[in-house]
């Protein structure tokens, strides 16, 4: 059987040229006598609405350049159980820290080429798809600011300039919560719940998350005192911050969160909003190559 490609590619973020990673991949299939179609995205026909009204049952692969964002627009738009390819062209690219696709394109496109399928579970949040994780609190707060304020910096380099800026000052919010079937009340800083481990590019919220468990991380993170914030932060990056007795960890296949006006969320790095969430896992929902 003929494989049969559909690229959607992100041309407003990237750290890579996409005309070079086009070019490269497209130079790829024709010597493979692969069939393909590229499709770019844009502010009015975002991957979601892309992949959703273009992909249908002839196509065989999923192909995504970009970053975590796009990923998760393209993913909910697979109305079919095709393999998902990764090409990492974001700012932060967090999820494919949880999979060994190579660092260059080279081993990308091999991937591609001859990788393994690989079963991973997905979340869902309010009816939407999530492949990394959603953060509440500290960390949606973050994603707001970026969305409204403007920044020379890119990359983990703007996420970690925000974190700074804002560090000292957020103050803990109430979230009131049902974590499989067990109502709790706690004053916290941020709340992650996690299918991969890593945030913001570099934050290891939840290190010891596993895509293929059938179970989803939680991270809570209780009221520290701004200076204490300042000379821990390096534990967030290392994914030991669970030696501070203001973090605590567990897991759980349902979570409500009630609604609460004052805390912002991201969904796999996108601005999700403010709850009521309804966050659940989809286990073995998606199909992705990794190496073989």
Avoid at 133 to 138: E, L, N, S
Wanted: charged share 25%; hydrophobic share 35%.
């Amino acid at each position: 059987m003929t494989r049969r490609l559909f690229i959607v590619a992100n041309p407003s973020t990237g750290t890579k040229h996409l005309e070079y990673i086009l070019r490269e991949l497209m130079d790829f299939c024709v010597a493979r006598d692969l069939e393909f179609e590229i499709f770019l995205t844009a502010a009015s026909q975002n991957a979601w609405k892309t992949v959703e009204k273009h992909l249908d049952e002839s196509y065989t692969d999923l192909v995504v350049i970009g970053g975590d964002g796009t990923l998760n627009e393209a993913i909910n738009g697979l109305k079919y159980d095709i393999p998902v390819s990764i090409i990492p062209n974001g700012s932060g690219n967090d999820f494919v820290k949880n999979i060994n696709i190579g660092h260059d394109l080279e081993d990308q496109i091999q991937v591609l080429r001859s990788g393994k399928v690989k079963q991973i579970d997905l979340g869902i949040c309010n009816g939407r798809k999530f492949i990394n994780g959603v953060g509440v609190g500290f960390d949606g707060q973050i994603v707001a600011d970026m969305q409204q304020k403007k920044s020379l910096l890119k990359g983990p380099a703007k996420y970690y300039a925000f974190v700074l800026r804002i560090l000292a000052t957020y103050k803990s919010r109430t979230f009131r919560f049902t974590q499989d079937k067990h109502l709790q009340q706690k004053e916290l800083i941020l709340m992650t719940i996690g299918n991969g481990t890593t945030f913001g590019g570099s934050f290891k919220l939840t290190p010891e998350a596993e895509i293929n468990d059938s179970i989803l991380d939680v991270c809570e993170i209780g009221k520290i005192s701004g200076i204490k914030r300042f000379f821990n932060i390096h534990r967030l990056k290392e994914g030991t911050h669970n030696r501070l007795p203001e973090v605590h960890f567990s897991r759980c296949k349902h979570l409500h969160i009630d609604e609460n006006p004052d805390l912002h969320a991201h969904i796999d790095g996108e601005y999700l909003g403010h709850p009521p969430f309804e966050i659940g896992i989809l286990p073995n929902a998606l199909k992705i190559r990794v190496k073989a």
